[in-house]
């Protein structure tokens, strides 16, 4: 179904001009602009819903497509489009930052309209890397969009964010700038420079594990994977809480995403060739990351590794699917790994933001993210603490929230691929509970552990309004994730069709 | 039909989400009624359907009720399957549930004394434990009526969650919110074996319905796994989901959370702890009985698991003085019986003894409680002593559930464990006979530990303080009132059931036993009725064994006691080493926290410190920082300031890459 309104371009830009808005709008009127910047996030969240509500689920062809040339030269176009992949991400996005303004309503003191313009920019820059199917435009989309995030850290964030900040973007730039070289070359090669035309490029092997080199470092870093990961617990520890949301929830989807626009249709055979070094790492994430969020001592790095083990899940899904297409002995499984990959993306989005909303609820509060400096939290909160139960099961995978599909299906898929790459993925059951409630233990339960917590204040109607709308997500995908599978299905079909055969 | 089971399944929900997030507004009382009608209304309509399988003529019912998701051709459904299996769980679970709702105004009436004054979750704690208690039966239906396992996991880990909030629920007390969090990962090792036995059975069946699962399975008899140099399909699966069971049931060595989980509320030790959720793996492998009956391995692995615990777990609790703790080791015991039931393909046995024990047993849990509240939280048998005089109704209730958990002739605990006994006695799978010296040996130990607490507790001298003893009355009726409910089918229940469910045909369209394997056959063919079943088990050596373990416990904690009063602990004194091991439970607690707790608290320093610090930060990381500093200070000089030098040397650059692009 088509619209003669240019919906896509609507979504990105308004946040956008939105954010130019707020930002002029200044903050002699604090409270105005705040007002505005939530009704441009609303009114972005409510444009973006016809993308769900008319999508056509039975095919795989990109959908609300706009395209016009931009810099003909060059072959460059404007060329936007969403299918299966994209469009629930896109969704997640418009969602995730109406929470990340009303989560900072009372918070930000200082150039509060500056914080929420940033925000609003960058959500409109994020759901451009969503739709962009012109390699130059996603490229300037990637790369622009680091630049909000780099101001929220160096600017809202803690005393150590001038670190964290260089380490961010040196990190991500680092693997950018190879994934630039791919685009150029490839751009040349096809004479074009739209994504889709270089799905059908025919590329050589040596060609392609150069181009999946390039795609690797760049996406493994936003992930992130490990060995590359260790700039999200600093990027976190140092941003707002409004910042490690987008981050947590979004930016590193942008990863994941990459992978499955890039990596996956435009280097088939590479991917199949080398799909045993992403599945070494990403198990690896989930085991080895695991033990290391258990040690955590600071809230938001326990939640920041935890992040990076649940991400491990989504490479998994993603490239099981070539071990299961090699196999023999099943002739389906490979639909359902990315499918769980997919769903384990939206889910953390929901879980993780929620998580990191719940450490600024007490950051806010007592000035602290060290476990030590709670305990009992319940005893003076306590529809706080049952918010943060329910969110720290779903982050464990219990059945009935969103954590558990993506986890599932993926073990499922897994199993089909390798038996020991279901057993170490599985791992997660034993590890993801036994951090995560631990950190239950020590700040929610117990008896009230200091003056401090003895003088808490339960959440308000406002904090209240934004862990329940999470909340509501994290059950109703939990309880019945048809819909999110179905509209993935045709895309997704397509892009194991589209991967099972060799570029060669 | 649907609706009836769907009204069954969301009557306690609804009671629950009413009393949890609408608790303070309609009070203490509104809480309760709306929890005990959901609940009840829940255990008629189960009796009625138990009726229907009975005297009427309703036919088992299998339907999905929506489709969850289907991904890459599975369909993942929610549905019901009702059958007689499933009918007689839903009516013990639902049954057991109102009682204990019932019993849990008494219990639970002055709650506010378990929490600090100030505290905000204390506040209406009497309503979060009605909602907590309903919301488990939700899920312990949706466990036993599913049709398939998807939804099996949904209530498998439902009821985990619901455990983990009771076990926790006084969350100010540190013992209290370190058991439930040991529960909950204990039950996640399990879960991790669970959950890979699913993932087997999606990849070789392409799908999870019970019935589909169950009809493909004989196809897969032969199939081969390339896994420890090759493992028979169904014996992988088989095992993989008994580890399930092992957490979920509390079978060595996955045990150990469940004597701990005695930190919270009694009512929830009856209900989740003894009659229901740990009875799940046991309700499970029964449901499983087509795949199990294909793997002999599996099966003999059962048992001798089962047989292992039920005798080791007996042992310590004999040295137990926490009422309660007394009672939790009976129960993982007579978990472990009917595991080796299951073990020895006597399904029906394993789940009779499931439905007696459930009676049984949370009536002695209600009956220790209604003592724990008559004493003002004192748990600890050695200061009782004499509360027959003071509390008749609980004393005579204890005393029949006593005499049901050590199989006393003609009791309901008797039919179901002479059953198991001479089940495994028949089996001829590796590791019966072994199974069966171990059960028969541990009769005698139930029935001494069975009887020493209540010796100690209704008998003698009163041995707690002035106080206490000036206080000592009997419960109000809320609490006597379903101790004596209970009481009743803890003696007929044995009597009336054991013909339709061993040698009958109650369960035959339920659970498949392959003729090979079929030790309650051999039986029927001896069962001339109750009398001739109870007159047999009297010349049998589990009835003599019960017999003698009560009388050392009468002679010792009765007649030697009462010149003694310290004959325990001097008994205790005497065992020396053997006591301290069970004192010590074999160590395992020890070993789990210095081992696993420990080691991945180890693993994760070393991890974190040398991994992501030393070797990823300061050597790859900050490492290439500096060296790209130092390049730079080196570079430098090339950057003269002027733009054509830089257009040039992006250029060059652009080409070179290009170049090496191309040429490869």
Request: charged share 20%; hydrophobic share 20%.
């Given at each position: 179904m088509q619209f003669d309104v240019p919906l896509l371009t609507l979504v990105i830009w308004l946040p956008i001009l939105g954010g130019v808005a707020v930002l002029a709008s200044g903050d002699q009127a604090a409270e105005l602009s705040k007002r505005l910047a939530l009704a441009v996030a609303v009114a972005a969240f409510a444009l973006s819903l016809p993308l769900w509500l008319a999508f056509d689920s039975s095919t795989a062809q990109m959908q609300f497509v706009e395209r016009a040339p931009w810099i003909p030269g060059f072959g460059v176009e404007y060329h936007l489009g969403v299918d299966g992949i994209s469009m629930p991400l896109i969704l997640l996005t418009t969602f995730t930052t109406i929470f990340v303004i009303l989560a900072g309503w009372e918070v930000i003191k200082q150039r509060p309209s500056h914080y929420m313009a940033a925000f609003l920019i960058m959500e409109g820059l994020m759901i451009g890397v969503f739709s962009a199917l012109d390699a130059v435009l996603f490229y300037v989309f990637w790369e622009a969009m680091l630049i909000p995030m780099f101001i929220i850290i160096g600017v809202?964030?803690?005393?150590?964010?001038i670190y964290a900040t260089i380490k961010f973007f040196l990190y991500t730039f680092f693997g950018s700038v190879f994934m630039l070289i791919a685009l150029i070359y490839m751009g040349f090669k096809a004479d074009s420079f739209s994504i889709l035309a270089f799905h059908t490029l025919p590329l050589g092997m040596t060609e392609q594990i150069l181009i999946f080199i390039a795609f690797l470092l760049a996406f493994a870093v936003k992930v992130p994977m490990w060995p590359v990961h260790t700039w999200l617990p600093d990027a976190h520890v140092e941003a707002p809480t409004g910042g490690s949301v987008i981050l947590a929830a979004i930016m590193l989807k942008i990863g994941g995403y990459g992978f499955l626009r890039f990596s996956l249709p435009i280097t088939p055979d590479a991917s199949s060739q080398l799909d045993w070094l992403i599945i070494a790492m990403s198990l690896i994430a989930v085991v080895y990351i695991a033990f290391v969020a258990l040690v955590q001592q600071d809230m938001k790095k326990l939640i920041a590794y935890s992040s990076i083990a649940h991400m491990g899940f989504v490479t998994l899904g993603f490239f099981i699917a070539f071990a299961i297409i090699q196999r023999a002995d099943f002739d389906s499984g490979a639909v359902m790994g990315i499918q769980g990959g997919m769903v384990q993306m939206i889910s953390h989005g929901f879980i993780s933001g929620a998580l990191f909303l719940c450490v600024g609820v007490l950051y806010d509060r007592l000035h602290s993210r060290q476990i030590a400096d709670y305990g009992g939290v319940v005893n003076t909160m306590p529809v706080f603490g049952a918010l943060m139960v329910f969110f720290a099961m779903a982050n464990a995978g219990l059945p009935g929230t969103s954590g558990f599909v993506g986890e599932f299906l993926v073990i499922l898929a897994s199993f089909k691929a390798d038996f020991w790459f279901a057993f170490l993925a599985a791992t997660t059951l034993i590890l993801g509970a036994a951090y995560t409630l631990w950190l239950v233990k020590r700040v929610v339960f117990g008896p009230v552990g200091n003056e401090g917590v003895a003088g808490l204040t339960d959440i308000n109607l406002r904090e209240r309004i934004v862990l329940g709308g999470l909340a509501a997500a994290v059950l109703i995908v939990g309880l019945w994730p048809a819909p999110l599978l179905e509209v993935m299905d045709a895309t997704v079909q397509g892009l194991v069709q589209h991967i099972a055969m060799s570029k060669l | 039909m649907e609706n009836l089971y769907l009204t069954i399944v969301l009557a306690p929900l609804v009671g629950s989400i009413v009393a949890g997030f609408f608790g303070a507004r309609i009070g203490r009382a509104g809480a309760h009624w709306v929890c005990i009608l959901g609940v009840g209304l829940s255990a008629a309509l189960s009796l009625s359907v138990v009726a229907g399988f009975l005297w009427g003529d309703l036919e088992p019912f299998n339907e999905a009720v929506y489709t969850w998701a289907v991904s890459d051709g599975v369909r993942f459904e929610i549905g019901f399957l009702v059958d007689r299996l499933t009918a007689s769980m839903m009516a013990v679970v639902t049954f057991v549930s109102l009682m204990v709702h019932i019993y849990t105004i008494g219990y639970m009436?002055?709650?506010?004394?378990?929490?600090?004054?100030?505290?905000l979750a204390g506040r209406h704690s009497y309503q979060r434990f009605f909602s907590y208690i309903s919301l488990f039966t939700f899920s312990m239906l949706m466990l036993v009526m599913s049709n398939n396992f998807l939804q099996l996991f949904f209530g498998w880990e439902a009821v985990g969650l619901v455990s983990y909030l009771l076990i926790g629920?006084?969350?100010?007390?540190e013992s209290a919110i370190f058991a439930n969090m040991k529960a909950f990962i204990v039950n996640r090792v399990g879960d991790f074996g669970f959950i890979l036995g699913i993932a087997a059975i999606a990849a070789y069946f392409g799908s999870l319905d019970y019935a589909e699962v169950f009809a493909a399975a004989p196809g897969l008899a032969d199939v081969e796994v390339a896994l420890f140099g090759g493992v028979s399909l169904l014996t992988l699966i088989g095992v993989l989901l008994f580890i399930g069971a092992m957490g979920k049931s509390a079978q060595m060595p996955l045990h150990v959370w469940l004597p701990d989980s005695m930190e919270g509320p009694t009512p929830i030790s009856a209900l989740i702890h003894a009659a229901t959720m740990v009875t799940a793996g046991i309700f499970m492998v029964a449901r499983m009985s087509p795949l199990y009956e294909l793997s002999e391995t599996a099966l003999s692995f059962i048992l001798i698991v089962g047989a292992t615990t039920a005798f080791l777990m007996g042992l310590i609790g004999l040295v137990q003085n926490d009422i309660k703790r007394v009672v939790a080791y009976s129960t993982l015991s007579q978990l472990g019986y009917m595991v080796a039931a299951l073990g020895a393909s006597a399904y029906a046995a394993g789940i009779f003894h499931l439905m007696t024990h459930a009676f049984f047993k949370a009536l002695l849990f209600l009956a220790a409680g209604s003592v724990i509240i008559a004493l003002h939280h004192n748990q600890d048998i050695r200061t009782m002593g004499g509360i027959r005089r003071y509390m008749p109704i609980t004393w005579l209730t204890a005393l029949i559930g006593s005499l049901a958990l050590i199989g006393f002739p003609g009791f309901s605990g008797f039919f179901s464990k002479d059953a198991i006994i001479e089940a495994v006695g028949a089996s001829h799978v590796f590791g019966a006979t072994y199974a069966w010296v171990l059960l028969t040996v541990g009769v005698f130990v139930t029935a001494l530990y069975s009887f020493r607490m209540y010796f100690l507790v209704f008998h003698g001298q009163p041995r707690m303080d002035e106080h206490a003893r000036a206080h000592l009355h009997e419960s109000p009726w809320v609490v006597t009132v379903p101790l004596i409910l209970l009481a009743i089918p803890s003696i007929f229940i044995g009597w009336y059931a054991v013909e339709p469910m061993l040698f009958g045909d109650w369960l035959a369209g339920a659970i498949h036993v392959a003729h090979e394997h079929d030790t309650l056959a051999h039986m029927a063919e001896h069962y001339h009725g109750q009398w001739a079943f109870i007159l047999h088990g009297m010349t049998m050596p589990p009835f003599f064994l019960a017999m003698g373990g009560l009388a050392v416990a009468a002679w010792v904690y009765w007649w030697l006691q009462r010149r003694n009063p310290d004959i325990d602990a001097e008994l205790q004194r005497r065992a020396g080493p053997l006591a301290a091991i069970l004192e010590n439970k074999y160590g395992f607690d020890d070993f789990n926290q210095r081992v696993f707790a420990g080691g991945s608290r180890g693993i994760g320093q070393v991890l974190w410190q040398t991994g992501d610090r030393r070797l990823i930060d300061d050597g790859l990381v900050n490492g290439s920082a500096r060296t790209v500093g130092q390049l730079a200070a080196r570079v430098r000089?090339?950057?003269?300031?002027f733009l054509y030098h830089y257009a040039i040397a992006m250029i060059v650059g652009l080409i070179v890459l290009l170049t090496v692009f191309v040429t490869l």
């Open positions: 809202w964030g803690g005393p150590n964010r | 009436a002055d709650d506010d004394h378990n929490w600090p004054h100030e505290s629920f006084w969350s100010t007390r000089h090339i950057q003269t300031g």
